[in-house]
């Protein structure tokens, strides 16, 4: 039956959900230069619209219907145009919310995924590559991994591996996927005497303060109930994004002898990642280790990516590719069936092989997402090509792909 309360809190998560691309496009448009901000943050804000379209015509069903065969790999098209999802619950995803909500709370993910990805190839990519790159990688990739991790007969939920709220789905894919598509379009130009720096640091902080607030629905929401198990989630996330926080400014200020704004709210974004796989199966203690690892992991992938010369604009595979394979892995350490009875222990509370399954989810969603944005790259390079010309990208991608300019001078 139909739960008031808890149709409530899900509706109310959906909304915080889709309030997170929207900071995400401020987060990543306060970080790039100037003359490539609208750019930046139209990345996001379109793919509002273009995957709430797909998601509604085929995403879903490929996602959450029944698996197409015996393997798991793919639903099939029996929720195409959201046929048959409506106001009852769905006894296999949501028995106590209408069926529809359900669907658009992950919609919702489905459509930040690849906005995320964005931040790799920021200042650099034709728009007309990026939508095309968006279709298929929403279709071809997203879909399969959600229905592997969460759907009905996917092999990954099979295997038992625990991933409350994204880990792999969301942060790792998208995160391996930027740095496949950082290596492939290469190094943004510049000249000489210009840096990569942030145009403006206070819209980046807005943003991370939009998406850590949109985090609660991200996590807490994915209980799919007003209930004990949506409390700790969302206890626990900002706690984990707290410690994060801290951890980075800490470790930035060691190194580099000052508290950074951004790396404040970088941290906190890292933390948040690392929290979202396991925000639903460990305690606060276990939140503030996982926080405290994120904080020191994704900084020093950061270091990592630095000296291996990788463009990854943004650090997108630093804090989402890291700190969702961190927060996966860290699942298996300390889940405990004390906060979720329909979870697993891990390690800690005596199942030690929890951790090889979250190594199996973890590798899995690393190759495939690997492979196939590999493929969907170089097939839309030799199609209609990948990067702006060379006048474009030094004009910015503001006035050569958009038309426009964010600021007016005098």
Known sequence: MIDTGDTAWVLT?????????PGLALFYGGLVRQKNVLSTIMHSFFLLALVTVLWVVVGYSLAFAPSAGSLGIVGGLDFAFLRGVGAQPDPVYAPTIPALLFAAFQMMFAIITPALISGAFAERKRFASFVIFAVLWSVAVYAPLAHWVWGSGGWIRELGALDFAGGTVVHISSGVAALVA???LGKRIRSESERFEPHDVTMTVLGAGLLWFGWFGFNGGSALGANGVAVNAFVVTTVAGAMACVTWVTVAWFHKGHASVVGAASGAVAGLVAIT???GYVD????????????VICYSAILLRERLEVDDALDVWAVHGVGGTWGAIATGFFATTAVNPAGRNGLFAGNPGQVVVQLIAVAATWAFSAVATLVILKAIDLVVGLRVR??????GLDLSQHGEVAYQQG
């Open 390 to 395: 060379r006048e474009d990208e030094v004009l």
């Open 277 to 279: 796989p396991a925000s």
């Open 13 to 21: 998560s959906t909304a915080l959900v889709m309030l997170m691309t």
């Open 182 to 184: 950082a290596l492939l």
């Open 284 to 295: 606060t203690t276990s939140a503030l280790v996982i926080g405290l690892g994120a904080g």
